[in-house]
């Protein structure tokens, strides 16, 4: 059988993101032939309900952004019944900012989010990340990229801007700080 069917067959039977190691393990290829063969999928996915989903070095299936309107309608109630302002203001941060640390995330919020953080994680939105030692870090999960119809972080409305705006904000604050530094 083909090596991109393989990988296709191995996404949809796990159901949840797996690593390039994983599959290159499971199918005992190299690295780099579980990559070609990711690549190889996502093209003969094209035009199909079914896309290849990556986030950072884990890939799995998702639907086509076409759904979303459909997917959204499925889930919409259930999700903002309960969600709220601050589990959206959260949501928004660990998607436009994510990996993010959670003090990071209540710097920016002003309080503590260790409920909604909590919340977030029930729901499948978010998931945390070792970073080793002490360190943990929140960033979406496929299912969140998924019902907000995109393949990647990077594609959500307005990204790019939002990087930009924050490491203008950084380097702005950075310069103040050095100012009052020298006084």
Do not use: C
């Amino acid at each position: 059988m083909e090596l991109s069917r393989q990988i296709e067959a191995l996404l949809f039977f796990k159901g949840e993101p797996v690593t390039v190691g994983f599959l290159a393990k499971t199918l005992n290829i190299s690295e780099d032939d579980a990559r070609a063969g990711l690549a190889e999928l996502e093209k003969s996915l094209s035009g199909h309900g079914i896309i290849l989903m990556q986030n950072g070095n884990e890939y799995m299936l998702g639907t086509v952004p076409q759904m979303g309107p459909t997917i959204e309608a499925l889930l919409k109630e259930e999700l903002a019944r309960e969600l709220g302002k601050a589990g959206l203001e959260t949501l928004a941060i660990v998607l436009y900012r994510g990996p993010i640390l959670r003090s990071e995330i209540n710097y920016l919020r002003g309080v503590n989010s260790n409920y909604i953080l909590r919340s977030l994680l029930v729901r499948g939105l978010i998931e945390k990340v070792d970073q080793g030692g002490r360190s943990t870090v929140y960033q979406p999960t496929f299912e969140l990229l998924s019902y907000m119809g995109v393949s990647k972080v990077a594609d959500l409305p307005g990204f790019d801007e939002t990087q930009k705006a924050v490491e203008e904000f950084k380097q702005e604050s950075q310069k103040n700080k050095n100012e009052h530094e020298e006084e």
